[in-house]
């Protein structure tokens, strides 16, 4: 069962222009959510991330957004460069015993083109 | 500071050997993850070890096991391997806090055929 989904598989965007990578979870006691950037053949690498006591973080070209009455979260690069081009995953953790686990979305492509 | 450290990088495998791999986490890092990817379901979490005691699992049959050292180094087992294990494994480690973020190795590409 998918806790976090993230429902593009891919997304295209020219360079300099925003990206907007969306992401949504079903559980409700989900209350710290991450990024997590990944080039092929390398390791994830942390982004950002945002506690559900906050709506925005914001870190440089990157700011996430959380909506929690909509369970939904998104990521904001601006302005968006070709080195952006990566993988991106949406991840939560929940309170409880669970809460060292991460729960990981699919991942959305993202192709930042010159 | 060195970062997480797997080993092998590549495996090739048939189908009910077993497989060992291992991961060396950060130092001053107690905290041990490990997931499975594979094409299409994202990141899996398996377990997580903190201190050499097994903290969390996740939804994976017994084949799949794994331990920690007192050096915080850790190993994963997958026994009687099938065709469906084919997946990166990626280690992360962390100080074992709630709500951080994990620190990623490069992972362990596993095929068996």
């Known amino acids: 069962d998918q806790q976090v989904k993230q429902n593009s598989p891919s997304l295209s965007v020219q360079e300099g222009r925003i990206s907007i990578l969306n992401c949504d979870y079903t559980?409700?006691?989900?209350?710290?959510f991450l990024w997590y950037k990944k080039y092929p053949a390398e390791g994830p690498t942390f982004l950002i991330s945002?506690?559900?006591?906050?709506d925005k973080n914001e870190d440089g070209r990157f700011t996430v957004f959380l909506n929690k009455s909509a369970k939904h979260l998104s990521l904001h690069i601006v302005p968006s460069q070709p080195g952006d081009s990566a993988v991106y995953f949406c991840?939560?953790?929940?309170?409880?015993?669970?809460?060292?686990?991460?729960?990981f979305g699919k991942g959305t492509s993202l192709l930042v083109t010159p | 500071k060195a970062g997480v450290t797997q080993t092998p990088r590549y495996l090739i495998k048939t189908r009910g050997q077993q497989v060992t791999l291992s991961c060396s986490p950060i130092?001053?890092?107690?905290?041990v993850s490990w997931y499975q990817q594979t094409p299409g379901q994202g990141l899996q979490f398996l377990f997580e070890?903190?201190?050499?005691?097994?903290?969390n699992k996740g939804n994976f049959p017994g084949r799949f096991s794994g331990r920690q050292f007192s050096n915080s180094r850790s190993e994963m087992n997958v026994s009687t391997l099938e065709l469906g294990d084919s997946a990166l494994y990626l280690c992360?480690?962390?100080?074992?806090?709630?709500?951080?973020?994990?620190?990623f190795g490069s992972g362990t590409q596993l095929s068996v055929l």
């Open positions: 130092s001053g890092h107690r905290s």
């Open positions: 992360a480690s962390s100080l074992g806090q709630r709500a951080e973020k994990l620190f």
């Open positions: 559980n409700s006691m989900f209350d710290y």
């Open positions: 945002i506690s559900s006591i906050k």
């Open positions: 991840a939560a953790s929940a309170l409880g015993n669970s809460g060292y686990a991460l729960n």
């Open positions: 070890y903190f201190s050499e005691t097994q903290r």
